[in-house]
């Protein structure tokens, strides 16, 4: 079974819009991470947030806010006021800390291709 | 120096060839991994190293070497390789080993890996 579910293959906004990129995830541990990356086209994979499973407190970090609901198992993503620069696939990923032989190890979702148009 | 780098960028091989891959981070990470990932899908993990020693191999086949020479590099060893290994090969560290508070991975640019 999927532990990180991206519903949304492809988005595509025109400059200046909000985008949401979901994120819902599952797991059986109590204490679990979760994470978003953004991929550009140049490869490198990078960090943008950590968020751990006992803090709900959403986070806003410039132009990103994360929106965390464990009632919904849900870690979405919104960029307000969309850039061209923000163009990437994002992937959200969950690491969990109890279980033995995965312990910490990353479950990426499939990743959503965000395409921003001038 | 937060950033975690890798060579070469772009590799070009034969199925004969032996080459190597190689990461490099001076952050004091403790654990450094290894991810494979093709086209419009997700890293793959393969291996994971910590406090230099190997803690996860995703049954990965023996043509693929890791080593650790030390905390801060990390050498992937590709030997027989197959056109379908082709693809971007993730290099990434973490300050805690797997499971621990501060987990998150920071990855370098990847190697474009390209098998004949």
């Known amino acids: 079974a999927q532990k990180v579910t991206q519903a949304q293959t492809e988005i595509s906004v025109v400059e200046k819009e909000d985008v949401t990129l979901d994120c819902v995830y599952e797991?059986?541990?109590?204490?679990?991470?979760l994470f978003w990356y953004k991929q550009p086209p140049s490869g490198e994979l990078v960090f943008l947030i950590r968020?751990?499973?006992?803090?709900?407190q959403n986070e806003i970090s410039g132009r990103y806010s994360w929106n965390f609901q464990k009632s919904t198992s849900s870690f979405n993503f919104t960029i307000t006021a969309s850039q061209v620069v923000d163009s990437a696939v994002y992937f959200c990923?969950?690491?969990?800390?109890?279980?033995?032989?995965?312990?910490?190890?990353?479950?990426f979702g499939r990743g959503t291709q965000l395409t921003v148009w001038p | 120096d937060t950033e975690v780098t890798q060579t070469p960028k772009h590799l070009v091989m034969g199925m004969t060839n032996k080459k190597s891959l190689k990461c490099e981070q001076h952050m004091g990470h403790r654990a450094m991994y290894w991810y494979k990932q093709k086209a419009k899908k997700p890293p793959e993990l393969m291996f994971v190293?910590?406090?230099?020693?190997?803690?996860i191999n995703e049954s990965v086949p023996s043509r693929f070497s890791p080593e650790c020479p030390n905390s801060s590099l990390l050498n992937l060893h590709l030997h027989a390789l197959q056109p379908e290994d082709s693809a971007l090969y993730l290099c990434?560290?973490?300050?805690?080993?797997?499971?621990?508070?501060?987990?998150?991975?920071?990855f370098g640019p990847g190697t474009r890996l390209t098998v004949l």
């Open positions: 990923a969950l690491s969990e800390v109890n279980r033995g032989s995965t312990l910490g190890r990353l479950y």
């Open positions: 190293y910590s406090y230099e020693k190997l803690s």
């Open positions: 990434a560290s973490s300050q805690e080993p797997p499971g621990g508070s501060y987990n998150e991975q920071f």
């Open positions: 797991t059986r541990d109590t204490t679990y991470y």
């Open positions: 968020r751990n499973s006992f803090d709900e």
